[in-house]
């Protein structure tokens, strides 16, 4: 797929916070897990902004990033400090590099929607796959 297709308004999400180390398995999390926050909105924004340079922020608990082979919605919340991000993800596979890149400034893990398992940038790779697949059987 080269491009994104934007009359899609379903996505492939990406969730980021501090999760534990030891879990080898998002099943691994204990279920009274508190995650520390990822930093301050200041702080997060500055480092979307490191990976992401044209990111833009049209409402203070989202922000936007355009790529002609992605887009990425960036949910923040209303919180201060943050704990955690959604991405909704719409396009090519071009767009795991900066996510996986994105989830290390943070020093975070993230889950993949697909699999529902830790993101792994190759197996992230196959779920943009399979997912736009999904979407072209719409």
């Given amino acids: 797929m080269h491009g994104y297709n934007s ?3 379903m996505s492939w999400d990406v969730f980021i916070q501090h999760l534990p180390a030891s879990a080898v398995r998002v099943a691994d ?3 009274d897990f508190e995650p520390l926050p990822l930093g301050s909105q200041a702080e997060v924004l500055e480092a979307i ?9 049209p409402e203070a608990t989202w922000a936007v990033v355009e790529d002609p ?3 990425i919605e960036f949910g923040l919340g209303a919180d201060d400090p943050i704990t ?3 991405l909704h993800v ?3 596979e071009t767009v795991v590099q900066g996510i996986d890149q994105l989830i290390h400034a943070l020093g975070a893990r993230g889950i993949d929607s697909w699999t529902g398992e830790f993101f792994d940038p ?3 790779r196959e779920s943009v796959g399979r997912w736009n697949q999904f979407l072209e059987e719409l």
């Fill in 7 to 9: 009359r899609h308004t």
């Fill in 29 to 31: 999390v204990p279920d």
């Fill in 49 to 57: 902004r490191r990976v992401f340079p044209t990111v833009s922020t």
């Fill in 69 to 71: 082979h992605y887009r």
């Fill in 84 to 86: 955690s991000i959604q």
């Fill in 90 to 92: 719409r396009g090519d």
């Fill in 122 to 124: 190759e197996t992230a």
